[in-house]
């Protein structure tokens, strides 16, 4: 195994800000884990996140991504060997599901046979029946099947790395469950690396291999799901762990007491 | 009316002709320089600010008293008065077409980098298409407002339609008047046309032939 992103003590401070939005940071993820980045808002994981495929770069350290040290890759160039996926989706409204999925490879100049065969590959590989949906538009679908078309054009050129931020954040709970399991699945399958920023703690626990605990810009902790439960680092995330038993004891005892009054 | 026509048929299409000349190569004049200055402000909102501010005050100016000021300078005739329109538009046109890419969804924008397209690919595959239809909202206003100031034109001495109504006026010849007026209104409606039918073209193009939803 090589180490797909390395962190060395990095640290990104805004133009005007008073603190810094991720604050020497040090880290190493190997290569196919999938690695969950858990945080409220504001606490610097999307910034983090941005920082891997440098839409952001840091004030100080440096990042490798296979390691190479991306300060001296041309960002668009390594922009095309990670995928990357959004809340608010952003699929292209004037282009079609195809075209929306072909755009990394037709970039990079895949031939048309080529890039037809991939397309139905992801739509199939994100459940969605070729045929129909391939022509469809970005507004003729749901919440739901525009985040698939979102990770099937993340997927497309085939990268070794997914940057996910908080993709199904914005997605009803039960859609939700089945985007987690379809990610797994896909992750399972490919041995790629998935970092995956989240807020949701259950679902941090769920889909990481690995857990990484944020708080006002530094790691609290980067462990097992099953270690963060047991043990966790600090006050913070043991506060956190105890907020998401508690929630789900009260939800059980609700849930299973006689004739669920409320 | 007809008579009118019959008997100055000659008259008439020289002055649409001139007009057609004038409003033509303004516009075509008008949306290069806009969009080269669109290119280049529409990265800083600062600048943007600042460039349509200058450009608003210049459309304050009556145009009467632009085509005054700009006699000394690059004489009587048709020129001078596209020199004006070319001016006036470009309140027009660098507001609308600034207004129509700032107007496109910043996640879009932001997947699209994500996904390593250049800043050239970016606007040319993604913002600018999204852009397309506000943009040409503004050519076709832009279009309007040419046709009707051109006709000012008349009175520094570029021809065009608004010689006859000039004329008309000084004359208190109604039908001259009201030829001039249509023949304007002709005008219009001929050149958004042509503008809906290129704008369907460069639709095709960019959609694979396809009409979005």
Redesign the interface.
């Known amino acids: 195994m090589s180490t797909a992103v390395e962190f060395i003590h990095v640290s990104k401070r805004f133009e005007d800000a008073a603190s810094d939005a991720v604050e020497d940071v040090s880290f190493s993820i190997e290569e196919g884990e999938l690695v969950t980045i858990l945080g409220t808002s504001g606490c610097g994981k999307t910034t983090l996140l941005r920082m891997v495929?440098s839409?952001i770069r840091p004030s100080a350290g440096s990042i490798k991504v296979f390691d190479k040290d991306i300060s001296s890759t041309y960002p668009?160039?390594?922009?095309?060997?990670?995928g990357?996926v959004?809340q608010?989706?952003?699929?292209?409204?004037?282009?079609?599901v195809r075209?929306n999925i072909a755009?990394?490879p037709k970039?990079l100049g895949w031939s048309k046979d080529k890039i037809d065969a991939r397309v139905d590959e992801l739509l199939e590989m994100v459940n969605l029946a070729p045929d129909e949906f391939r022509?469809r538009?970005p507004?003729?679908l749901s919440g739901g099947q525009q985040q698939r078309i979102?990770l099937a054009?993340?997927l497309a050129a085939d990268p070794k790395l997914m940057?996910l931020d908080e993709p199904f954040g914005a997605i009803d709970a039960i859609n939700r469950t089945v985007l987690q399991d379809e990610l797994i699945n896909i992750h399972q399958k490919s041995r790629k690396t998935f970092l995956f920023v989240t807020h949701d703690i259950l679902e941090a626990l769920k889909l990481g291999t690995r857990v990484m605990v944020m708080d006002k810009g530094s790691i609290r902790q980067f462990d097992t799901p099953s270690e963060i439960l047991k043990n966790p680092a600090d006050d913070y995330v043991k506060q956190l762990m105890d907020s998401f038993r508690q929630g789900f004891a009260f939800a059980l005892e609700r849930g299973m007491g006689p004739g669920e009054q409320r | 009316m007809i008579e009118y026509f019959i008997k100055y048929h000659a008259k008439l299409t020289k002055a649409l002709l001139e007009h057609i000349q004038i409003v033509g190569l303004t516009l075509v004049i008008s949306i290069v320089i806009a969009m080269a200055v669109t290119l280049v402000i529409k990265d800083s909102k600062r600048i943007s600010k600042a460039v349509l501010q200058v450009c608003n005050v210049i459309y304050s100016i009556p145009s009467l008293a632009l085509f005054a000021i700009l006699i000394p300078l690059s004489g009587l005739g048709a020129k001078t008065a596209v020199i004006v329109l070319v001016v006036y538009n470009q309140y027009i046109l660098v507001r609308g077409f600034t207004e129509g890419l700032s107007m496109v969804?910043r996640?879009?924008?932001?997947?699209?980098?994500?996904?390593?397209?250049?800043r050239w690919?970016i606007f040319a595959?993604?913002q600018f298409?999204?852009a397309l239809d506000s943009m040409v909202a503004s050519i076709q206003i832009a279009i309007i407002s040419t046709i009707g100031i051109a006709t000012i034109g008349a009175t520094i001495g570029a021809g065009g339609l608004g010689s006859i109504l000039f004329d008309g006026m000084r004359t208190q010849n109604t039908v001259k008047i009201l030829w001039g007026t249509v023949l304007s209104v002709l005008l219009v409606l001929v050149a958004n046309a042509i503008l809906n039918y290129a704008v369907k073209k460069i639709n095709e193009r960019?959609?694979?032939g396809?009409k979005?939803?």
Do not use: C, W
Not at chain 1, 76 to 82: A, C, D, K, M, S
Not at chain 1, 88 to 96: D, S, V
Not at chain 2, 107 to 118: C, F, P, Q
């Open positions: 495929n839409l668009v160039e390594l922009r095309r060997q990670i990357y959004i608010q989706i952003g699929l292209f409204p004037h282009m079609t075209h755009t990394v970039i022509d538009y507004s003729q979102g054009r993340a940057l | 969804d996640a879009v924008l932001e997947a699209a980098a994500g996904m390593g397209m250049s690919q595959r993604v298409p999204l960019l959609h694979g396809k979005r939803p």
